[in-house]
């Protein structure tokens, strides 16, 4: 059974997330069933799923495949009301479902046409009916503007076409009646105004009693009357039965619709939830895509190896300030199952470990992580953390009293399947006492084979990390110069707190620093000075294999160029030896003709000589391969071509040769008695004692010479 406190999840800030997440749904319902995420009680199978689905809508906004829209209004009221006989839907909630069918349907078919690319997500709606029906029946009934159309049914038409003649006359009795007071000076300036939806004439207070018909109201000084004319006023009731059967049509249409949706209130409720999913999942995506999360190796056993891990909430705001982020490496592992980070304040021990927290949480919950694609991750039962100062003024518990609260709730908890993050783990209490209990305890934690990361300042647990073989030491790294923090993890070490180096870098006087190292036991000064050491040692070691990794990149990217270099040498001589053979080939075949045709000269014999030629002729033939037009025309261009490049190379080395590149002279030095000179190619270093007839005698300590001063350069 999944066992992760509320106070886990407040600790590493992981409803922030829940709010970032929330704020990429598309629907309001979308947005609090994002807010209501959390770590998922399920076998890895069905957690693995979820953690697919994420990722396969992730993918669609780096493709072409874009998914459909799947915006939708939250209907979950209309449930209830298709549950209750002769009840009746608004108009509103018709055009909700409407929406809602055509945009189940759209994605149902998408989904099945692009199964290759989204098989998970395919799953979701396989079983969900396509009904197509719904949206064509409902709008036939209703049109896109909400309003019933006039064929709903054949009576609604007829009582229309009724209301419609009626207004038409109610409008030409109310003209004439106007134009005819309006002559007689009975109407006020502005002759007519509207109230309850009906036309009345504007009437002078004087001439009231001259008109029939119903007195609708007054001007609020009184003088003018409105009045509705006996002529129209027989017409207006006609009109308001007629509005009366209207509504009660409009009413038994709406209810027979409902009739026709409430055999399918299971489907429409599938509908519902499908969207509802859709849309958190889509809301998972968006922030994956914003935090670059991806979907990380799962392992069956109980291990992680988190590679380039990023804090989410600190990524984003920091990309918000345009600042860099720092990632971590983080492995635990059966045999590397407790690390202990230890290094002064500030240097990011609690980062680390809220990331490893928050990463965890985040994977258990369906969302995509910000990590390096190599890194691994399994799914723990049981999650626990003590992070902060946690006073209950409530409870009346001090710091210490409450951790040990947890920690007694920690013993009880942990095994084999557990995550626990401890800070600062053993404060609150006398170092020496407090240190000694956080031991014990750790031990604990230990034999049941926890896995876990716990920061501390406490030195003796530093050294149980060295002695037992699954708990590991590791520091926040530090510029030994600077005193800053670097934020990269260094395993397998301790670090120092740099208490007496940071004091010193804030400007403590030394008279104070010194005098409280005078107040430590000697060990405990040898044992942080070897840890400052050490870390100072590992800064210049990766240093050191940062610069030979870049000369290693150098010498590779040269080696690269040579033996591309070689090839194209390589080509060039089996091009010219080409050449060559093909030159030797035609010199061989002129001289033999050379050797017809001096026998020619000679006895100045045709037949003979034409035989011969024949001879040769059919004898070389016999050597030739049979070959395409084409492919003649290809080799005769490439041997010209070979040729001219050659001829090229030639005129090069010709003019290289008669022009010789000269090498600058070195500016010649005047060397004097006392300077430091050295023989060329020599590390030997010596002083010139004397100088005579440009000859140097230089003294190299053991012993002197004599040398041309000419060959001499100064060191």
Known sequence: MLYIPKKTLEDLEFFEVLNQISKHAKTLIGNEQCQKIRPLDQNDEELLSSLSHVSEYRSSFDNENTIPDHFFKDFSNCFRLLEIENSVLSIESFNDISLASETVNNLLSFFKKFKTYYPKIFLIGEEIEQNKGIKKTIYSIIDRFGEIRNNASEKLKLLRNKIQSIQKEIGQSFEETLKKLNKLGYLDGIRESVIDNKRVLAVKSMHRKKIKGRIAGSSKTGSIVFIEPETTLELSNVLQNLYFEESEEIRRILMDLTDYLRPKLDLIKSY?????????????????????????????????????????????????????????????????????????????????????????????????????????????KKILTDIGDNQSIENQLSTYSYRIKKMKEFIKKCDQETLFLIDEFGTGSDPELGGALAEAILEVFYDKKSLGLITTHYTNLKLLANELDCMENANMQFNEDTFEPVFNLITGEAGSSFTFEVAQKNGLPYSIINKAKKKLEKD????????????????????????????????????????????????????????????????????????????????????????????????????????????????????????????????????????????????????????????????????????????AIVNYGTFTTQVNIDKLEQA
């Not at 499908?274 to 109980?302: C, F, H, M, Q, V």
């Not at 989410?312 to 490496?329: A, R, S």
């Not at 983080?330 to 500030?346: F, V």
């Open 524 to 695: 405990k000064v040898r044992f942080e000075t070897t840890i400052t050491k050490l870390q100072k040692e590992r800064s210049k070691i990766v240093q050191t294999e940062t610069s030979l990794k870049k000369k290693e990149a150098e010498k590779q990217k040269e080696s690269e160029l040579l033996e591309s270099l070689n090839q194209k040498i390589k080509k060039k001589l089996i091009d010219y030896q080409e050449l060559l053979n093909d030159d030797k080939k035609i010199i061989d075949l002129g001289n033999k003709v050379n050797d017809i045709a001096q026998v020619y000269f000679h006895n100045n014999k045709k037949r003979p000589m034409i035989a011969r030629l024949l001879e040769l002729i059919e004898k070389e033939n016999s050597k030739r391969k049979r070959k395409s037009i084409q492919v003649v025309k290809k080799e005769k261009k490439n041997k010209k071509r070979v040729s001219a490049k050659i001829q090229s190379d030639i005129k090069k080395l010709k003019k290289e040769i008669s022009n010789p590149v000269t090498t600058p002279k070195k500016k010649k030095v005047i060397l004097k008695v006392g300077d430091k000179v050295r023989l060329p190619d020599s590390i030997s270093v010596g002083n010139i004692d004397s100088i005579e007839k440009n000859k």
């Open 272 to 380: 519902h939830f499908y969207l509802i999913k859709i849309d958190t999942i889509y809301a998972r995506a968006k922030y994956a895509s914003e935090i670059n999360g991806i979907l990380p190796k799962i392992s069956d056993k109980s291990e992680l190896n988190l590679i380039n891990a990023y804090h989410p909430l600190l990524y984003i705001e920091n990309k918000k300030g345009n600042k860099t982020t720092f990632p971590q490496d983080i492995k635990l592992s059966d045999k590397k199952r407790i690390i202990i980070i230890s290094g002064p304040n500030a240097g990011g021990k609690s980062i680390t470990l809220k990331t490893l927290g928050l990463l965890q949480l985040m994977i258990q919950s369906g969302i995509l992580i910000p990590v390096d694609t190599n890194s691994k991750l399994c799914f723990f």
